[in-house]
């Protein structure tokens, strides 16, 4: 079953922050996270693994909440080059497949 | 350099013709798969293979096949049988068959359009 993200699209201003949440029914072992630029492939940014640990780097941060499925992207200090789609993929405990969700498309404007 | 290539990058074909996407890596992945993408959808899974001379379907298999008779490649025949082939498809490998603690690597995409 495919993960809800929300929200479905959001703008900012450069160096504003943002949000994306991926929220899953099933018991998850992992959550990915990619971007995708118009007409490219997309492109990794993080995994998280059962456990409810919290990874990043510099300014793109995510958290995985075990207990409720859900995994959240925190984008701060955005940069024009964030604009793009976020996908999160999920990765159901015994299964061999990553889910992707239907993306959130975000818009940074100078 | 390493990487997936996917050929070509737009195809165009009538209806009725079954079609051939090319996926080759040379990255040495055990794992690969075949995700379409239409705009508001996100990636579907139509198959992956985790290992060689074998595959699984994926959540919209039906209208596509494909083989895996060698490790670096993953060719995608959508066939005439696919009522809605018009799309972005996308081929991805990754180090284990297991997802979860490994990334997906993506190709370039093929644009198909069907008329």
């Known amino acids: 079953q495919q993960p809800v993200q929300s929200p479905q699209a959001v703008i900012l201003r450069e160096g504003e922050d943002a949000v994306i949440n991926c929220s899953s029914s099933k018991a998850l072992y992992s959550v990915h996270w990619y971007r995708q630029k118009h007409g490219e492939a997309p492109v990794f940014l993080m995994i998280l693994l059962k456990g409810g640990e919290q990874k990043g780097h510099e300014k793109i941060s995510a958290s995985f909440n075990e207990k409720k499925q859900q995994s959240s992207l925190y984008l701060t200090a955005s940069q024009l080059s964030y604009s793009g789609t976020y996908f999160c993929?999920?990765?159901?405990?015994?299964?061999?497949?990553?889910?992707f969700g239907k993306g959130t498309k975000l818009t940074v404007n100078p | 350099d390493g990487g997936i290539t996917q050929s070509p990058k737009y195809l165009f074909r009538k209806e009725g013709q079954n079609v051939t996407l090319s996926c080759e890596q040379n990255?040495?992945?055990?794992?690969m798969y075949w995700y379409r993408q239409d705009p508001g959808q996100g990636l579907r899974l139509i198959y992956y293979?985790?290992?060689?001379?074998?595959?699984q379907k994926g959540d919209i298999a039906e209208g596509y096949s494909v083989s895996r008779e060698k490790k670096e490649s993953f060719p995608l025949t959508v066939t005439s049988a696919q009522k809605n082939p018009t799309a972005f498809y996308l081929c991805?490998?990754?180090?284990?068959?297991?997802?979860?603690?490994?990334?997906?690597?993506f190709g370039p995409g093929t644009r198909l359009t069907v008329t």
């Open positions: 991805a490998s990754s180090p284990r068959g297991t997802s979860g603690n490994y990334e997906q690597y």
């Open positions: 293979s985790q290992i060689v001379n074998d595959f």
């Open positions: 993929g999920t990765e159901a405990a015994g299964s061999e497949k990553l889910v």
């Open positions: 990255l040495n992945h055990d794992a």
